[in-house]
């Protein structure tokens, strides 16, 4: 028999790294109370604020944030049980993608410092969601001690690696999540669910309302259809760059086109410089989505690389989402950093229906 008394009937939560607001959007849909978003970056402030305005932003460094600094900011209690705790920390150290490792090694232990706020608040529920390299190396991500201290403190958790694909995204955008709760007796991070709509045609193209538009052209409306300028050069790789797929392989052997660090290496780095599949989930929408020389980042026909909109669009904002920044790079990472929204409603949903239906 369900113990209705103890289950908790609301959820709210506190977006520990929130960023522009990814999670916190998702969540709200899937009904859960945001009640604050919490970031090192002022420049994502007006983005989270504009979207998501019953949450509070606040600006600050985890690192220096204290426990009693949050209880000061935001009205919470300790030991609640209808209170998330989200992590989405920064990943550029644990990421496969090429980083400077020296730059990033500020963010290799945040898990530690977020586990500092779950031991003094002892929240119902943890969310976490990060590159698949944090649970690659458990031992030196801190992920080890982190299990460890979940379990020691009666959390019930599920962990795994997901693509974002099977979770409303139309992106193969592989991801690591853990999901944990010391209300409940089981928790689950839901199946996945294989969707054959979810691939680019149906969310970009002029079909969709996105209008052609030309390398560097910069759209002043709120819909922010901006895209990149490219050098001479790069127009003429992406001219001669077949459509839908296409990869530099159609000009590697055009000596004024060819670039050096590729000649005779045509196996390595195969997507940058590519268009994407009409018919196929997007790659993984990164900080730098904007640049042709990124990745497979090119319009399947369009002689351009991605539109900021467009980006936003594959990491499933909807066209109401507002974005800010003092320039397009900057807009660019807020999107590349951010959380589908439609992965955060479908855990958000999963743990509402956990609770909603445990057996406590």
Known sequence: MKNTDTCPKQL????FFCGAGGMTFGLKLAGINVLAGIDIDEECRETYELNNQNSIFIHADIKKLTETDLQNKIDIKRNDD???????????????????????TETKNLLNEFRRFVDYFRPGYIFIENVP????????????TFLEFLEINDYK??????NS????????????????????????????????????????????GFSKIEAGYKDETNNLHTAASLSEKNLLRLKKTPPDGGNRWSWKDDPELQINAYKGKDT?????????????????????????????????????GLSLREGATLQTFPNEYVFRGPNIDSIARQIGNAVPPQLARCIGCALLKETINADI
């Open 12 to 15: 709210n939560a506190i977006d």
């Open 82 to 104: 209808s209170m998330i705790f989200i992590g989405c920390s920064p990943c550029q150290y644990w990421t496969k993608i090429n980083t400077h490792k020296k730059k990033s």
């Open 133 to 144: 390299g944090l649970s690659g190396k458990k031992e030196e991500s801190n992920l080890s």
């Open 157 to 162: 958790y599920d962990f795994s690696i997901i």
């Open 165 to 208: 694909n099977h979770y409303g995204v139309p992106q193969n955008r592989k991801r690591f999540i853990l999901i944990a709760s010391r209300v409940l007796k089981n928790i689950k991070i839901p199946p996945p669910v294989k969707d054959d709509s979810l691939v680019v045609k149906n969310f970009i193209g002029e079909h969709k």
């Open 268 to 304: 390595i780095f195969r997507d940058v410089y590519g268009r994407i599949y009409w018919n196929k989930p997007a790659p993984t929408i990164t900080t730098k989505f904007i640049r042709t020389s990124s990745g497979r980042f090119s319009h399947p026909e369009e002689h351009r």
